[in-house]
């Protein structure tokens, strides 16, 4: 991330509706590819480096919107989504951060054998990270941990996830 003090988000009625916030600098999400990685790092090379990454992977899901108004079920904030963006979370944002940075990445862990796996596989796949290791044990859902976002705040955040313990055999 880069800082930026200089420019202000620009309301759609240019009224001051971020209240305390709005003096504040905001970040603006830089380039995350590994070419740019090892530009900006003046790391060694992890080329050709093999990592096995073992953990809990889990599926990042991020809603984000602006809040307009305070719904009349409670008084909570409703978030009108307008995006929708999925990471690989957990070890898997570790696998990820490995392979940016040149690695051959092979990953073990626990994945649901549902949408939020397959999509967890495939972000990882996308990276060039094996996902030979990951098991699906029978019934257990994919870790799913899901973010509201509004005026770079966070609103809230849903988990789902089954902790209890479990066998592989195979």
Request: glycine share 10%; aromatic share 6%; proline share 5%.
């Amino acid at each position: 991330y880069r800082r930026y003090s200089d420019q202000r988000r620009i309301e759609k009625d240019d009224q001051n509706t971020r209240g305390a916030y709005n003096d504040r600098p905001y970040l603006v999400q830089k380039d995350k590819t590994k070419e740019n990685m090892k530009e900006r790092l003046s790391l060694p090379s992890f080329d050709g480096v093999s990592a096995l990454v073992v953990g809990d992977f889990m599926l990042d899901k991020y809603f984000s919107g602006e809040v307009e108004r305070v719904s009349p079920e409670a008084p909570v904030p409703v978030v009108n989504a307008s995006t929708e963006e999925f990471r690989a979370g957990g070890a898997g944002n570790v696998a990820v951060g490995l392979s940016n940075l040149g690695c051959d990445v092979t990953v073990v862990g626990l994945v649901g054998d549902d949408t939020p796996g397959e999509r967890l596989s495939t972000l990882l796949k996308e990276r060039g990270i094996n996902v030979s290791g990951f098991v699906s044990p029978d019934g257990r859902p994919t870790t799913l941990k899901i973010r509201l976002i509004s005026d770079q705040q966070h609103i809230a955040r849903i988990d789902r996830e089954d902790d209890s313990a479990c066998s592989v055999n195979g």
